[in-house]
Every structure is written in C-alpha cells, then in structure tokens.
C-alpha cells in the first residue's frame, strides 16, 4: 500500500491484513486456518508450517500485529492473560529470584507465590512507586523486575524508565502487564522494557468474548527464548480465538477513545459527589502518579475506582445501578462494575487488602461505550442510597 501507516490506529487496522492473503484472495480478513497439521512438500524440505501448536498463520497474523503495535520484534499468542504471564515466568531457573510490584493482579500474585515457589524461584513484594524501596530489595539472585502500571484496583503509577534503569543497573530483565493502558497508550518497550504482556481478554479483545493472552519481546533472542516455552509448554492461543481477538484489535482506537473519555467525565463526576470519599483515576490531576503517568502514556484509560463509606453503601449501590453488568473483567464495550473485597482479591487476608487500600467500600468501574450521560444519570440514581441503608450491620 502507498501510503505510510505510522500512525497506531491505523496499524490496528491494517497490521495483520498483510499476512498472506493479499496475494492470494484480496480477502479483507485473515483466513482461520483450521488445521492442527500441514502437508509437507517435499521429503527433505518442510514449509513454514508443520503442526498448529508450534505455529498457526492465523495465530501468526495475530503475533506480528501485536509485535508491531507494541514496536517489538516477537509477538507470542497464549491461551489466557496467565498463560503469557506463566510463561513468561518459566524463563527463570531454580535459585532466581523476582521482585515484583505489590499491587499485581491477583492471578498474578497466587502464580508467584504458589507456583514458582514450587520450582524454588523466589520473590519480594515491594511498593514499586518508591524507586528507593525497589532498589534496595534487589538481591544478588533478583533476575527479573515484575511491573503493573496503572495498578489493579486502586490505579497506583509505576515510574517505568526508573525502574528500567534500576533494573539495567544490575543486570535484571524487566517484564510490564500492560493491560490497563494497551500500545495504544503506552509503549514499554519503548522505555526499555523486556518484554511486555497481556490480558487480550480485556481491552484488546473489548467485547467479553475471548480469553487470550500476549507476550512481545524487545529482541529476538528473549523471542526466540519465549517461542521455545509457548512451544514446549504448550499454551497457545487457537485459530478461532486469534481470528477474533484480530477484530477486536482492529477497533480498539475507536473504543479506548471513546471509554477514556468517558471515564474521565464519570471520575470527575464521582470526585464531585458528596458520599464519595475518594476517586482512583489517573486522569485526575492531584492523583499522586498523574504527573509520572502524563509522562509515559498517551492516554489514563477506562478503569477507575472510588471509595463509598462503607460494605452496606456498597451492597446499596449495586443493588441499585441499572447500566454496567456487575462483574469481574473490564475492557468490554459493556461497563463493568467490580467489588474488589469479593472478586479480584478475594483471595487476600482482609488485613493485607486493606494496607493496599482495598476497603469494604472500594468499586472498581470499567467504563464502556454506553452514552457518557446516560452512565452518569444511573450513577446518580445509584447514590441516593437511603441513610438507613448505609448503617452498618
Ligand atoms: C485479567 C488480567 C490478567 C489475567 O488475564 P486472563 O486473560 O484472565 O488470564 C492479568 N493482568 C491483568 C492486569 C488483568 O486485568
């Protein structure tokens, strides 16, 4: 094609158009190519493809989309947002060591402490918005530097180059969940990140149809490490699956657009509102990481959260709102709204989630394409909850 396709919205478009089919159909979308195995064509020289878990061109035109959206040289398409993350992990070895942002989500979090400590790999948890404090939680065994930025639930920014320096400082890898911002709004690999993942099932994917995971690595070697574990391990994502997820990519621009704008109407909205103590969003200017976020990403996103007084305004205004479907997930086209205490964090002693201020009164709203006034208007509605309703029991 003439023309020069820079711009990220229009590679979401136009990325993984390119694989096989102009040549062949003209077809505007990639084939879903069904088959687990591929003839060979010869007794001593095989084709690109032999059998499906090894690679997929459909799975292919979703790894090279997500490699190039993200500026990275190997994309890798996984079964789950875990199945990445999980794999990712399995380039440690018996003896390492990962520090880790004490915020990450929760699979995350039951991965590394219940999983990797089987196979000896060992962690710290640490406040990764203090520079200092990571620093000084590295070992001489620390091989990697876990990053989630914004954080889940409660939005907490992560200063990625510092981070990054400190890592290169002393020889670790540095991995960052971008699942909150997508390339869209924020390129990790750009700021020195080694590799970047993801939850696709979220906003890359938009409609709550598919759980898919992604990884992109910053060079070909880590790419070549990471393919020998997709392989090996065997987690990948199907050709259905990826055909669907290279829709979802295709509209992502349009709808992140759209969710952040409203989010950030909805979070002044809520910060505006008598009965809410306090708004997460990193949109919002006296939010402790606006100024870091501002820096390294395009855009704060659609996922904010906001504190009621206490678990029976919260049971009130869940009972109440009529619009967002009340869920676990975020990224949908749909808004979502969350109850932290019971679902992410369920797992969580109440003392540990509340040091991450995860209080009985936290909501976490994923903000969709419903019209920005009508989403407003049912907040409204939502928090007149009766003071009766508010006592707690
Ligand atoms: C959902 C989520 C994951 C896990 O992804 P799955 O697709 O559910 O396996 C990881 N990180 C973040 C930030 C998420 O929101």
Redesign the pocket.
Known sequence: MGFNKDQLETKLIHASSNVDIEQKTGAVNVPIYLSSTFHQESFDHFGPFDYSRSGNPTRQALEQTIAELEGGVRGLAFA????A?SSAFMLLSAGDHVLVSEDV?G??YRFITEVLTKYEIDHTFVNMTDLNETASAIQPNTKVIYM?TPS?PCLNITDIEGVVKVAKANHCLTFL?N??MTPLYQKPLELGVDIVLH????FLSGHSDV???LAVTRNAELGDELAFIQNSFGSILGAQDSYTLIQGIKTLGARLKQSSESAEKVATYLHDHPLIEEVFYPGLTFHPGHSIHARQSKGSGAVLSFRLPNKAAAKAFVEQIRLPIFAV??GGVESILSYPATMSHAAMPKQEREKRGITDGLLRLSVGLEHVEDLIADLDQALKIPHHQMELV
């Open positions: 789950s947002g875990m199945a993350i989500y699979g995350t989630e889940n969940d699942t909150f939850s696709a099932t979220k759980i898919a995971g997930s975020l």
